[in-house]
């Protein structure tokens, strides 16, 4: 099964963006605001249940500036035009 390779993101806490664990985003910040820790668009974490269980990160808006999207990057990074700041 083919999909992204990010094994972290990034959550706001306290008015800070901070990089956290797919499995921490999931777990304790589900309510939070989620940002690509490359390209800064936002994301959301999903758990996948088809087969053996594994948290993905997917682009809200799919960036084609954005490495962590392999299947739509086409090889140059760039910051998403709807980046959270
Ligand atoms: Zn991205």
Known sequence: MSGPIA??????VGGAWQGVTLKE???KHGGTDKRCPS??????????YSGPFKLILSHR????GCPLTP???RGEAW????ALA
């Open 7 to 12: 094994a972290t993101c990034e959550v706001k």
């Open 79 to 82: 910051p998403h035009p709807e």
């Open 25 to 27: 985003a999931h777990a």
């Open 61 to 64: 808006k799919n960036h084609r």
């Open 39 to 48: 390209c800064h668009g936002r994301v959301i974490v999903s758990g996948s």
């Open 71 to 73: 299947k739509s990057f």
